[in-house]
């Protein structure tokens, strides 16, 4: 892969569901700063400490920022402390006290109440007050053109199978479908049987198949492992080597739809939502929302914190295509 | 439609089928669904059994209830379960339209019905099937607790011979 294939986000098919940390704008606390002369920086950094109440909270924010004026010059100011923490009139009676009016001229300031959590946040907020920013490359997926065109393709070719209905796809990460399937709740007058849960039952069953013909104990797998494993159950049923080749590596085997991505026609329910979660899926893609969908209309359910699984979510694709094929629909998807 | 009323004995019955997975090697959560007094499903947690995570109680109870009954039946069953539903089985639960939860321990980490999300009362994931439903926590709480914990050291124990041998 070399990075100019890698397509900038701005120019991706669909959008990226950010949870709300994510995507927040800028929400601002008042607080006092002054500025120093830098050989009385550390006298006022030790008043700091000494006397002022602690900056909490506010960790992301460096306590010093320097300005440069011209070549030569710059101007060094510091964060006393949070507005809410004290008044103007106890903060200049402290600092009258300590005998520090020479060096500390109180001023209000608006500093970013948030640590940044993208790059996109971090270049939007860093002009209120120099702030601490470590980058997490996970949070920075990178897509190139030919996964691009993949990612259509089998979202194209599932709108063209749905008739009309709401419908899913797993995939494995080397592009093979390991289920597909559509919402049945009319057919089976069974109204759990959304299109998300069909699939997953379908990956469920296949994996089954596949324990009660190798043996007893569940075989671990890789992710891209379990379709080649059901074409040939014969061959692993009749040899013992095959077998062996099953549970090899079990640091890397997978669990679920652990690594699977998923493409659904509709922004899914919080049942569909969640049971993706339990599954352990890696990538979600819908095109169109739903009025009670909780990927990102009603909720955010994949990147809620209290859940021990987290998944990446993906809307918006070939939307406009969906939207003319697809009925629209008011109840869960 | 009448309301419903807690009987102590259906939390009891719960309790022993969440045991049953307990002896099965699944996460010990166990209920069963009452209608008009009487037990009309059992069901207890299968994941592992069925390689597929979705195969909560409340989910394979209410396959069972399908099988004999259409969805209208649950407009008077009301569901006893050990554990708070997750937030999948707390959807499922409005998604068919159960009358009452009641509830053993909360879930801290996906309860559907209060702790983590109110999915139960969430006026904006109302539908033309989908209805809030009343939901009671802290029956027999200890119980219920007691053996999720009992499983859970199980399980490391399991971890931990499994590196010796």
Known sequence: MTSKNIVPANEWPFREVLSDEQSRDLETVDAYITNVEPKETNNVIKFIQRYLPPLEGLEHCKRIRRSVISEKEFKLSLILCQKSAISLDA???????????????????RLSKHAPKNRQQYEAWKHLWPMTFREDTRNDPKFTLEELEAIKEHM?????????QMRARIVDPSGKVMAEESDTRAETVHPLHHAVMNCIDTVGFKEREMARLVGSNRPKRKAHQISDELETLEDFQSTSEATGALTEEPSKAAYLCTGYDIYITHEPCA???????????ARVFYSVPTRTGCLGTVLKIHSHLSLNHHYRVYMGLLENYTKDSVVECDFDA | MTTSVYNDQFMLEALKVAQEAYDNLEVPVGCVFVKNGKIIAHGRNKPNETFNATRHAEIEAIDDILKEHTADVFSDTDLYVTVEPCVMCASALRQVGIRHVYFGC????????????????????????????????????????????????????????????
């Open chain 1, 271 to 281: 049942m569909c939502a969640m049971a993706l979660v339990h599954s352990r899926i």
């Open chain 2, 106 to 165: 909360g879930n801290d980490k996906f309860g559907g019905n209060g702790s983590v999300f109110d999915i139960h009362t969430d006026p904006r994931l109302k539908t033309p099937v989908s209805k809030h439903y009343a939901s009671e926590g802290n029956k027999h709480a200890e119980e219920a607790v007691l053996l999720l914990r009992k499983f859970y050291v199980r399980e490391n124990n399991h971890g931990k011979l499994y590196k010796l041998i």
């Open chain 1, 91 to 109: 903060l200049e009676s402290l600092v009258r006290e300590h005998d520090m009016t020479k060096e500390i001229k109180p001023a209000v300031i």
């Open chain 1, 156 to 164: 194209k070719q599932l709108i063209d199978n749905s008739c009309g």
